[in-house]
């Protein structure tokens, strides 16, 4: 431990006038003992390390301890990040209420939306907002501490924090102005935090709250299900037939299969008030049998007789007389269908107001059951959850850093992560967690832990941020898990090619001037460098238009697939519109929606999603992106004056040519050359089939189904995404080019080989080279493939 320190500003402790409700919750938090601890380790060390499992109060109560100390004053706040968006907008307003203060005190900022103000004390922020910052004042002078959520999650950005902030603590110490770090993890595996001597030289102590965790039984299952979806729902209704009183969370793998199981649910187990009525003298079976402890909504059950008949039957009489042998005394039997079950979906696309459903109490006399992906294991305390249903699986986007290819595949959770996924069912009282799986399965093939992320995603984007902050020879950076060096390599080589980076002495790739306006943007290196190439503020429109659609999952192809196709096909126009492929299919999706909206409202966007097979959501939170970025490009070159209403005309021929020059330089390391007729048969594919070969893959890749260009196979494409189904390789959201632009837009990928009166480039299929102009010079650019 570190030796006791004066800290440079004096601290007043701040006084918080604290609801009663809020007193009370708190005082049942595992955390609140630990304050003294915590403080006293805060005050003495410049980092500490708070491990608590999910629910024990961290997140919530340790930026109030701080407050309360007196950590925050006119010229400094405590900062917090948290990997999710989500979490820093609800975790602001929870703590915001808990102190009693307004959003003004306590305050969020994420990607381009905030409420962050000159009087903010606490700020709720993501990973990302904080490296920004970092990247203005790298000292972080405006901060007294800052908290470091969910390291556990291993998030890249966290993970880079930590790496940074280790660096400005000491700069910090050595001004006498220290600041103060809190990583904060789940669970125990913080060694590449506290271990790690080229991050922190003087090992930060760990505190270790204590567990206040109910027991929970575990169930596996004999036999692990191949339908875990069908298990799952099977599961939950043995569940709410019966067993007693007691929230129920299911874990599935993602947004699609969640909706799925919340309507099945909901259609089996209704809940409609009339599930209550009174109804003529009718006995019916009800499974109700252990509800009859608890008042039904509207139903004195003071005001009733009841009667079992059997185990299973009741019915409910009212009982305005004593006297039991006299029939005329309408005898009022209740009926219940079924006992309704409060269903709730949670996902983290799903919006904040309805997400934070899962905190208010369900109606009375109904049980709640939330249907969750793994966004309830990690950040997220459901109250009173009493049953666990675990599939076991987990969805992970696979990626290979050499080749850029990624598929998403459903995989087996760590066993850290089941073990996590049980526990939130004894926060309250004693849980059971029904596993979907064998116990044989899980001991044999979950792993340990999951990979960090910087081991299992593309780390371009990373890289130049890290570039942008002079942090130049990446390989020597503290990471807390040091990602693989070829994945650094190829990144950085992805760089040049785009520009971004340029080749420096003393094996440092230094960034280009090119390289630091796209660090400006929060999106991929890719787009980053199309709004940096859109120099006319039409063209700008447009690429954010195609960049916010891009980047809402599940955009396309929505909610109703038949009618998305039949849409794709009369959109599908000649000349330069379908060139531009299915980035035009996505522009004019934006432009009608738009249009629609402009016309008649959400009523009309409904309509016309409707009538189009689109997703109102994706299209809505597409506009929201486009919003934000639109003004954040307003802020930083106010000259733009960018326009956030949606009023949208389709492009003109010569725009629609130039965004495919602009989309092509952004996606110079995605181009494509279709198969020459000899290459399909010395590769025995069938001559009619969009087969490609790419700069940088050995084998062939195939245009996508859902593509607009896979019939008319342009010779030369680039792609926004490829991915591997089934062995073969797929290539997605596909527009066409023209060869002759590659010597300008994608010089790199070109070699001049000779001069050449050559007044137009063309591409010769014998020697696969291209022949082209290059600035006036009449050149010979070749470029092989593969
Ligand atoms: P940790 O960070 O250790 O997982 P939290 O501080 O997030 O713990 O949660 C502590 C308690 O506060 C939990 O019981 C949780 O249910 C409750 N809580 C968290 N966020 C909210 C919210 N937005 N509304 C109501 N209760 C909340
Ligand atoms: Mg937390």
């Not at 009618?563 to 000349?575: D, E, I, N, R, Y």
Request: net charge positive.
């Amino acid at each position: 431990m570190n030796a006791k320190r004066n800290c440079a500003v004096k601290k007043q402790p701040i006084l918080i006038n604290r609801t009663p409700e809020i007193i009370e919750s708190r005082s049942k938090l595992p955390i609140i003992g630990e304050e003294q601890v915590i403080m006293e380790a805060i005050s003495e060390n410049d980092v500490i390390i708070v491990v608590g499992e999910t629910g024990s109060g961290k997140t919530t109560q340790v930026p109030q301890f701080l407050y309360e100390a007196g950590y925050a004053n006119e010229n400094m706040m405590i900062g917090v990040t948290e990997p999710r968006r989500i979490a820093a907008i609800s975790v602001s307003q929870r703590v915001a209420k808990e102190l009693n203060e307004t959003s003004d005190i306590v305050s969020y900022l994420i990607r381009f939306e905030g409420n962050v103000g000159p009087n903010t004390k606490i700020k709720f922020m993501t990973d990302g907002v904080l490296l920004k910052e970092i990247q203005n004042d790298f000292l972080l002078n405006k901060y007294s501490s800052i908290i470091l959520d969910e390291a556990h999650e291993r998030r890249i950005f966290t993970d880079i924090l930590i790496g940074i902030l280790s660096r400005v603590v000491r700069l910090r110490r050595k001004r006498s102005n220290p600041l103060k770090l809190i990583i904060m993890s789940a669970t125990l595996k913080v060694d590449d935090f506290s271990k790690n001597e080229k991050l922190f030289f003087d090992k930060p102590p760990i505190i270790l709250l204590s567990s206040r965790q109910f027991p929970v039984t575990i169930h596996f299952n004999k036999i692990t299900p191949i339908d875990y979806l069908a298990e799952a729902y099977n599961k939950v209704y043995k569940i709410h037939t019966k067993l007693p009183a007691g929230a129920i969370l299911v874990f599935l793998t993602g947004k699609l299969e969640v909706r799925q199981l919340v309507l099945k649910l909901r259609k089996v187990f209704p809940y409609k008030e009339s599930d209550f009525e009174v109804g003529s003298k009718t006995k019916c079976k009800t499974n109700l049998k252990k509800e009859m402890s608890k008042p039904l909504p509207d139903i004195n059950l003071d005001d009733y007789d009841i009667e079992r008949h059997s185990d299973d039957e009741l019915t409910l009489s009212e009982n305005s007389s004593n006297d039991e042998d006299n029939d005329e005394v309408p005898r009022k039997i209740m009926r219940l269908t079924s006992s309704p079950l409060w269903v709730l979906p949670l996902y983290s696309m799903l919006p904040v107001h309805k997400q934070s459903k899962i905190f208010e109490a369900p109606p009375s006399g109904c049980r709640l059951c939330v249907v969750s992906t793994n966004v309830a294991e990690l950040s997220l305390t459901i109250p009173n959850v009493k049953y666990v249903v675990d599939c076991g699986k987990t969805k992970v986007k696979e990626y290979d850093p050499l080749t850029s290819v990624s598929r998403f595949s459903i995989v087996w959770e760590s066993k850290a992560s089941a073990n996590q996924r049980a526990g939130r069912a004894g926060r309250t009282s004693p849980g059971h967690c029904y596993r979907l799986f064998s116990s044989a399965l899980f001991n044999d093939e979950f792993p340990e832990w999951s990979l960090p992320e910087i081991k299992t995603t593309p780390i371009d984007n990373v890289i130049l941020q890290m570039k942008n902050m002079k942090i130049d020879k990446i390989i020597s950076f503290p990471f807390p898990t040091m990602p693989d060096k070829q994945t650094i390599i190829e990144a950085e080589k992805r760089l040049i090619l785009l520009g971004a980076l340029e080749v420096g002495n003393n094996d440092v790739n230094n960034i280009t001037p090119l390289g630091k306006s796209m660090a400006a943007f929060p999106l991929s290196p890719h787009y980053a460098k199309m709004l940096c190439l859109s120099k006319d503020r039409i063209l700008i429109q447009y690429m954010l238009y195609i960049i916010s659609a891009m980047s809402v999952q599940e955009y396309l192809p929505g909610e109703n697939v038949e009618a998305w196709k039949k849409t794709k096909l009369s959109w599908v126009v000649k000349g330069e519109f379908l060139l531009l492929g299915d980035l035009m299919v996505i522009l004019r999706s934006m432009g009608g929606a738009s249009y629609a909206m402009k016309k008649s409202g959400l009523g009309g966007l409904q309509e016309y999603c409707n009538k189009t097979g689109l997703h109102q959501k994706s299209i809505l939170e597409a506009w929201k992106l486009n919003n934000q970025l639109i003004n954040q490009l307003n802020m930083s070159v106010p000259s733009l004056k960018l326009n956030t209403d949606l009023d949208m005309t389709l492009p003109t021929p010569i725009q629609a040519k130039q965004m495919r020059q602009i989309i092509l330089a952004g996606f110079l390391d995605r181009v494509a050359r279709r198969l020459t007729t000899n290459e399909l048969s010395k590769n025995n594919i069938r001559p009619n089939k969009a087969a490609y070969y790419t700069s940088n893959l050995l084998s062939v890749v195939y245009i996508h189904n859902s593509s607009v260009l896979k019939k008319s196979k342009p010779d030369w494409v680039v792609y926004q995404d490829i991915f591997e189904v089934q062995n073969k390789m797929y290539i997605k959201g596909v527009t066409a080019i023209e060869p002759e632009w590659l010597p300008v837009y994608a010089n790199k990928l070109c070699k001049i080989l000779k001069v050449l009166n050559e007044p137009k480039p063309r591409y010769n299929e014998e020697t696969d080279k291209m022949y082209c102009t290059i600035n006036a010079t009449y050149g010979q650019a070749g470029w092989s493939l593969p």
